[in-house]
């Protein structure tokens, strides 16, 4: 892979890490301000609320203008969102500013890839970006949960180290090879916008082999982003474990995923990606085992083991879609079909999510519910995608569908 990938996987390695810390400081000020329990879920869907209402706006910036300089203006925003809750901004709404400069982020970042990474090595590119994405993950959630215990009894101060995680994020940036502008077809008239992406929409859940991957993606992120504050809450009132604590198990399922991401960027190739979807099923059962699991070593045991197989499933997936995407629309328009679809799927679990907690309804039943969703998911994706592929061998056609991108001018290995 070329440098600009290694300074990109640098760069949003750090950024990941601050977010995830701000996600455990304002849960700490959440409880600290005695809000009620469904508050909790709630920032994470205030954070994900523009990757689904800004979509078309935000793949087209990043197709106009040179992408690593859409991350840095991003990472500046999710800066000023951590700034404001210093200054006493209420986390939800810190999280909504941070959500904003996260969707910008995304569609440059994965766009930036597809453009230097020929399609051969997109999973082993997915991989590496799965791997430091966790990694962030896992590293932040540890810090998040260190700056939220008693080792830093200051709130500002933990603020201030995330802060100072963005600014090195913001510098690595610099780094990065700015990509190419690929130009505004319809403008940005709301209307010609939002049109273009409807199409390109359709388009993509309708090719048979980016409809499959979009429909797992889509599945698998909206059940992690629950599963993150399933694992938080069980930990809490089963185990009981501290914040800080609960915090470490969340690391444990992340470093799985990491696991599982190099070995699937090792060991599958594109063209056998659909090979690991009886692994959603395996997830999904996995999940509600938990519940029956009290002996701490067991429990990290059982939450690795989910990590691993979310891991094996996530990354091919990932990479079959980015393929599609690739070939059929322009790559930030891509990503932010991708990223609209997948993060509609965190909003409405996390919404369902935060009712049920509302409702007082427990942590075994939203386990299971969660579980049973994936398994029943996944095996409903894999039959459909069955039919269809059966149907285009009958009529003797291909798999893709009409195209909206222009004709390949992309460098492929940029300076």
């Known amino acids: 892979?070329?440098?600009?990938?290694?300074?990109?996987?640098?760069?949003?390695?750090?950024?990941?890490?601050?977010?995830?810390?701000?996600?455990?400081?304002?849960?700490?000020?959440?409880?600290?301000?005695?809000?009620?329990?469904?508050?909790?879920?709630?920032?994470?869907?205030?954070?994900?609320?523009?990757?689904?209402?800004?979509?078309?706006?935000?793949?087209?910036?990043?197709?106009?203008?040179?992408?690593?300089?859409?991350?840095?203006?991003?990472?500046?925003?999710?800066?000023?969102?951590?700034?404001?809750?210093?200054?006493?901004?209420?986390?939800l709404a810190a999280f909504a500013?941070?959500?904003l400069g996260a969707a910008c982020y995304s569609p440059a970042k994965y766009g930036l890839?597809?453009?230097?990474?020929?399609?051969?090595?997109?999973?082993r590119a997915n991989g590496w970006i799965e791997v430091s994405t966790v990694c962030a993950i896992v590293l932040g959630t540890g810090l998040g949960g260190l700056l939220v215990s008693d080792a830093v009894p200051d709130g500002d101060g933990a603020l201030a180290a995330v802060?100072?995680?963005?600014?090195?994020?913001?510098?690595?940036?610099?780094?990065?090879?700015?990509?190419?502008?690929h130009g505004a077809p319809v403008g940005w008239?709301?209307?010609?916008?939002?049109?273009?992406?409807?199409?390109?929409?359709?388009?993509?859940?309708?090719?048979?082999?980016?409809?499959?991957?979009?429909?797992?993606?889509?599945?698998?992120?909206?059940?992690?982003?629950?599963?993150?504050?399933?694992?938080?809450?069980?930990?809490?009132?089963?185990?009981?474990?501290g914040l800080d604590q609960a915090a470490y198990l969340q690391a444990v399922v992340a470093l799985g995923i990491v696991a599982g991401a190099a070995l699937a960027g090792w060991r599958v190739p594109l063209h056998q990606a659909t090979r690991v979807l009886p692994l959603g099923v395996l997830m999904g059962a996995g999940v509600p085992l938990m519940l029956g699991v009290q002996a701490l070593p067991a429990v990290v045991l059982l939450l690795a083991l989910i990590g691993l197989l979310a891991g094996l499933l996530v990354v091919p997936m990932n990479a079959l879609l980015q393929h599609r995407g690739h070939v059929l629309l322009r790559p930030g328009e891509s990503i932010a079909v991708q990223n609209f679809n997948e993060n509609l799927?965190?909003?409405?679990?996390?919404?369902?999510?935060?009712?049920?907690?509302?409702?007082?309804?427990?942590?075994?039943?939203l386990a299971g519910a969660l579980g049973a969703c994936v398994a029943l998911g996944t095996l409903a994706a894999a039959a459909l995608h069955a039919r269809r592929m059966a149907a285009i061998a009958a009529a003797g056609g291909a798999a893709g569908a009409p195209t909206l991108s222009t004709p390949a001018t992309t460098p492929r290995n940029l300076p």
């Open 163 to 181: 802060l100072a995680a963005y600014g090195l994020a913001g510098l690595l940036n610099l780094r990065i090879p700015r990509g190419v502008a």
């Open 113 to 123: 890839v597809t453009e230097q990474v020929a399609p051969a090595e997109l999973v």
């Open 345 to 365: 799927g965190v909003l409405l679990m996390l919404g369902l999510y935060a009712t049920l907690l509302a409702l007082g309804q427990s942590t075994a039943l």
């Open 1 to 91: 892979m070329s440098r600009g990938i290694h300074w990109l996987l640098a760069a949003q390695f750090v950024s990941g890490l601050a977010d995830s810390a701000l996600l455990l400081v304002a849960i700490a000020r959440l409880v600290e301000a005695a809000a009620p329990a469904w508050m909790a879920p709630m920032l994470k869907f205030c954070f994900t609320l523009a990757y689904v209402l800004l979509a078309p706006w935000v793949g087209a910036l990043a197709d106009r203008w040179p992408k690593a300089r859409v991350m840095l203006a991003a990472n500046l925003l999710k800066a000023a969102a951590a700034c404001g809750m210093l200054l006493g901004l209420h986390p």
């Open 97 to 99: 500013l941070a959500g």
């Open 189 to 241: 008239a709301p209307a010609a916008l939002v049109g273009r992406f409807r199409v390109a929409n359709s388009l993509l859940w309708r090719d048979a082999k980016g409809g499959l991957s979009l429909a797992i993606t889509t599945l698998f992120w909206g059940a992690g982003a629950t599963l993150q504050l399933v694992v938080l809450a069980w930990a809490q009132d089963a185990l009981g474990l």
